[in-house]
């Protein structure tokens, strides 16, 4: 199975491809439904192995919170960086540029190096 996070390379790469624009609401709808099919498919094959991303995303939620100074509360990261953000497509890179600093603080990497 693909990983959200391979998945999201692709779209990196070729996001009219995927969400037509480069756009950071789009690009978060997206994940949420990706993430309700995964639950969907658990729903209706128990046997089938969903990844575990839950904690990923609220730890990479918490991390964007950090990075803007920003206290918890009922705004998902998404929304925090378009409020930081001049436009929708300069929102779009930030996300993955904050994505890619997250995932260098576990040992990983978003850009291939």
Request: contains cysteine; proline residues 3%; glycine residues 4%.
């Given at each position: 199975m693909v990983s959200?996070?391979?998945?999201?390379?692709?779209?990196?790469?070729k996001p009219g491809l995927y969400l037509s624009v480069k756009s950071l609401p789009l690009l978060t709808h997206f994940i949420c439904g990706y993430g309700l099919g995964e639950l969907s498919c658990k729903d209706r094959?128990?046997?089938?192995?969903?990844s575990d991303d839950t904690r990923f995303w609220r730890d990479f939620n918490r991390f964007v919170h950090l990075y803007?100074?920003?206290e918890m509360g009922a705004m998902r990261e998404g929304t925090l960086i378009a409020k930081y953000c001049d436009s929708d497509e300069e929102a779009f890179d930030k996300y993955f540029e904050l994505?890619?600093?997250?995932?260098?603080?576990?040992?990983?990497s978003f850009f291939e190096e």
């Open positions: 959200l996070i391979d998945l999201l390379k692709k779209i990196y790469d094959y128990p046997n089938i192995t969903i803007y100074k920003c994505l890619d600093m997250f995932l260098k603080q576990r040992g990983e």
